[in-house]
């Protein structure tokens, strides 16, 4: 997958969990539990989703990386090579 | 014959908005059935009917708002004949055995009923519930917004982005699924104003929650290192689509715990306690735009982890989405507040009225914990509850708080 692939793909995801949210004004690099108060659950389901379209198995230790579009990037290349 | 009322759903709740009719006249219903859409003010709400039968005739028009407890359709029992549209007036029948408590509310007079002029719909239009919301705040038609989302379904953006462009000549001329003129109390409802209604609707369930409870509050700290090693090698077994989180031990934990004290458990009503045979355990969803909602999981007590999990995934989901089911909201049997791995480290919360308890866990920190004659560093709850001194006393409060700590202690059994 490339760097924009897996930004749209985040982006996708983070509208279906958090809907309310503007997507051009989220931060990449910023955690979005402080950014826009995602909690766990929300952590969790973007960790599904995204398992689901990539399959890549990302184990529960790995969430935190998910909570920033930043951190999911680089967590999701080094995963996929 | 029975009536379909504007149904109560939630302490808090005095009117409510018919949005979307998912049912006409002729339909056949069963008990469960999602027959309706209802805007609340907190929230969108997917209603469901507690009798089989066949619609009959619909009395309140989408886009009407009306007073809990009106009339909002007619059901013919299965069998029963079913007289065609020869409509019978939209007036409240000498209710035959109302199932809510409270006589049906007298309409409002700042509400009166308009002409019922049915919008011409040839066909039913594909509105996502949240967008359907928006359009009812921002008052946006409907019916000029093009979709964009699946099979030309209109989504919020869509509806925003129509808000957003300059009105035409004559707004809201054209036949309109939006709330009818003169049906809606106060002048302009915009999207800005959703939030100070939330704030409103809130402060009235609170403010009769503190002017009529007389609440207790006891706290206890919990070690919680054995359910969180518990779950993490739980979850080291099961693919990312079946992991649980923390908070499914609490809920099931506070279910099992109502069964040894069964005081925490239930409604008062009518100046008695009524106790619940099962646990409904309403969850308190903080909502990103302000305010809070506490939809129940149904009868947590006999559920599995598992399943309490797919639920408790369920139930964020369509809260975030804006969209709960009637039964959800209504009938949650005691209350849990979580604060996660965030916020502070102690909650006190206000018990929903006609629930007699809340039960409270504030966040995980890392503490020194001395046992067995030895300090270590181990992750601790504070868990508290709120009680209603009316339903039950300080000790048993406290054997209840032991009771949840003592299941914890054992997350295997949970």
Redesign the interface.
């Known amino acids: 997958m490339t760097e924009a692939e897996i930004k749209a793909l985040y982006l996708r995801e983070l509208h279906k969990i958090a809907p309310e949210v503007e997507l051009d004004k989220i931060d990449p690099a910023i955690d979005l539990r402080e950014q826009i108060d995602l909690d766990s659950m929300d952590i969790l389901n973007l960790a599904i989703a995204i398992h689901e379209s990539t399959g890549v198995d990302i184990p529960e230790a790995d969430y935190p990386q998910m909570a920033s579009m930043s951190g999911c990037v680089a967590y999701l290349r080094s995963r996929s090579t | 014959m029975a009536d379909f009322l504007m149904p109560s759903l939630g302490a808090d709740m005095e009117v409510g908005t018919v949005l979307q009719w998912l049912v006409k006249p002729g339909d056949v219903v069963k008990r469960g059935d999602i027959v309706a859409v209802v805007d609340t003010e907190k929230a969108t709400i997917e209603v469901e009917i507690f009798q089989a039968g066949v619609i009959q005739k619909i009395v309140v028009p989408e886009g009407e708002k009306v007073p809990v407890g009106t009339l909002l359709a007619v059901i013919a029992a299965n069998g029963e004949p079913v007289t065609a549209a020869a409509a019978p007036e939209a007036k409240p029948k000498p209710a035959v055995a109302a199932p809510v408590v409270k006589a049906p509310a007298p309409p409002t007079p700042s509400a009166p009923r308009p002409v019922v002029q049915k919008p011409a719909e040839p066909h039913r239009m594909r509105v996502s519930p ?1 967008a359907m919301r928006v359009a009812m705040d921002l008052k946006v038609d409907l019916a000029k917004v093009k979709g964009t989302g699946p099979d030309g379904a209109i989504t ?1 953006a869509d509806v925003e982005r129509a808000a957003k462009a300059p009105p035409p000549a004559a707004p809201m001329a054209a036949p309109t699924v939006g709330p009818a003129p003169g049906a809606q109390a106060k002048p302009a409802v915009g999207a800005a104003d959703h939030h100070a209604t939330m704030r409103k609707v809130i402060a009235a369930a609170m403010a009769r929650s503190k002017r009529e409870i007389p609440h207790y509050y006891l706290g206890t700290q919990i070690d919680v290192s054995k359910a969180l090693a518990w779950l ?1 090698a739980e ?2 077994k099961r ?3 079946e ?1 649980m ?3 499914v031990l609490l809920l099931k934990a506070v279910a099992l715990a109502t069964r040894q004290i069964p005081e925490m458990n239930g409604f008062w009503i009518d100046g008695t306690f009524k106790p619940s045979e099962v646990a409904h355990v309403g969850v308190a969803i ?1 909502l ?2 302000g305010g809070l909602i506490a939809p129940a999981i149904h009868d947590v007590g006999t559920k599995t982890l598992s399943e309490i999990m797919v639920n ?2 369920d139930l ?2 369509r809260v ?2 804006g969209v709960l089911r009637s039964s959800e909201i209504a009938d949650a049997t005691i209350t849990v507040t979580s604060l ?3 916020g502070v480290e102690t909650v006190f919360g206000v018990i929903y009225p006609p629930q007699v308890a809340l039960v409270g866990f504030g966040k995980i920190v890392e503490r020194p914990w001395a046992s067995g004659g030895m300090v270590g560093a181990r992750p601790v709850v504070m868990a508290s509850l709120s009680g209603d001194h009316r339903a039950s006393d300080g000790h048993r409060g406290g054997l209840f708080l032991a009771t949840i700590e003592r299941l914890l202690q054992e997350p295997e059994k949970l």
């Open positions: 949240l919020k993490q979850n080291l693919p990312v689509t992991r989180l923390y908070s903080s990103r735009q408790l995934r964020v989901k975030r989405a996660g791995d965030q």
